[in-house]
């Protein structure tokens, strides 16, 4: 297959001290090993990526991770879908515009993390068994799933540390499962998209048609992505030295754009679950004074780049409070896919759907050679033949 990473070599002292503790051990067990353990016992199924449908890529410690390239079973993110719509549809572009099989299931639940972060009010089971039906789900449709929402994928990957530790827990979840008529399923990799996105980078590059060059970018990678079980994040050794996640910083580099940094790259946005509940005034103030404000100061970008739901959505929808008492703010924000695909030459308002987003993004569209004014003139068309009943959506091939 094509679009193959550089492999992390450790290598003698310093470089080998990154990947490994003093005595030369990584210092975190090997889900794999009590994996296939529990399904050699008879326990769990193990939904396996097809040989010949992956891209390798170096995980933290420097093991290796599968990426499924194409028959992947998208599991949707409800903030994708109820405030950044653009996001979720330019993911799935990009699947077709490289020729790659995927499905768009109907009968996926929500993860339902959002309620076990923000209020404690499940409990493991409950949790575990939504995780598990999905999975099972997938496996039964045949299709291997690929995770939108960076909330439910660091979820899925702690739900997976339960199930493999505790006998008890997969007994009740087993029980759930029967009276579903579905099968105890793990997958063997639990993928992100924009892990996806990042193997795929190559081929995204290759379909480029926009010069990015000249578009200055910081990125934000996102906590539930690289801080909840951290051994699972994508890392290169050709991205700050392996010290920072690859993911979202690896697409921006494929496709030319002038990625620059800031100090505060490894803070929250601020979404923080509970926070934005509870505390929203503070969840907005740390996104644009501790994340906008730094950026604007240290690198002036034209756009944030991550790749997480509450992510997008905070750094974002949070700029016009601080807009309005005069702060230093005025980012655009945009998901990792959607950047790539404005690059391929998706449309910014039918596939993107950028009217979705709080920071007005018009210039930035500019200096990536975007027409917007034409661009908005040809979405509006779409929406009057939607209103006058000629057309009942804007379908897929309207927005080629």
């Given amino acids: 297959m094509s679009s193959k990473l550089n492999v992390i070599n450790p290598g003698p002292t310093k470089a080998k001290d990154r990947f490994f503790d ?6 975190t067990e ?57 996001y979720s549809t ?23 993390a959002w ?14 068994a939504i995780a598990i039906r999905n999975f099972a789900q997938a496996y039964q449709d045949g299709y291997f799933p690929l995770i939108h929402c960076g909330t439910s994928y660091g979820h899925y990957k702690e ?18 499962l ?14 992100h998209y924009s892990e996806w996105v990042h193997a795929m980078r190559d081929e995204i590059k290759a379909r480029q048609k926009l010069d990015l060059s000249n578009v200055v970018v910081t990125v934000h990678p ?50 923080g679950f509970r ?34 739901t509450g992510c997008v959505t905070t750094l974002d929808k949070s700029q016009f409070a601080a807009k309005a008492h005069n702060r230093n703010v005025g980012i655009p924000v945009l998901s990792d896919s959607q950047f790539a695909a404005l690059a391929m030459g998706a449309h910014p308002y039918k596939v993107c759907q950028l009217h979705w987003h709080g920071v007005d993004n018009k210039p930035l569209m500019e200096k990536m050679g975007i027409d917007h004014e034409k661009a908005w003139a040809e979405f509006e068309e779409q929406v009057e033949r939607i209103k006058s009943g000629e057309i009942e959506f804007l379908s897929w091939e309207d927005a080629e």
Wanted: some cysteine; proline content about 3%; glycine content about 6%.
């Fill in 30 to 86: 090997y889900f794999k090993d009590q994996l296939f353990d529990l399904e050699a016992k008879g326990e769990i199924i193990v939904h396996r990526i097809e040989e010949g449908n992956y891209v390798e890529v170096d995980t933290k410690y420097g093991r290796k991770k599968k990426i499924p390239i194409q028959n992947t079973w998208h599991h949707k993110s409800c903030g994708q879908c109820g405030h950044i719509p653009g």
């Fill in 222 to 271: 996102a906590c539930h992505y690289h801080k909840l079980v951290v051994e699972d994040a994508i890392y290169d050794r050709d991205l700050y030295d392996g010290q920072r996640t690859a993911t979202v910083s690896g697409i921006v580099k494929a496709l030319g754009a002038d990625l620059q940094d800031y100090s505060t790259w490894h803070d929250c946005c601020g979404f």
């Fill in 275 to 308: 926070h934005i509940l509870v505390s929203r005034d503070f969840s907005r103030s740390f996104a644009t004074l501790r994340k906008i404000e730094r950026m604007k100061e240290e690198a002036n970008p034209d756009v944030v780049i991550t790749h997480d």
């Fill in 178 to 191: 029967d009276k579903l008529g579905k099968p105890l399923v793990f997958p063997e990799e639990i993928v």
């Fill in 22 to 27: 003093r005595k030369g051990e990584i210092p």
């Fill in 115 to 128: 309620n076990y972060y923000a209020s404690s009010a499940s409990n493991s089971a409950a949790q575990a």
């Fill in 159 to 176: 739900t997976r540390n339960e199930i493999l530790h505790h006998q008890g827990l997969r007994d009740q979840v087993r029980r759930i």
């Fill in 90 to 112: 330019s993911i799935f572009w990009l699947h077709r515009q490289l020729g790659y099989n995927y499905y768009d299931p109907k009968d996926q639940t929500s993860c339902t």
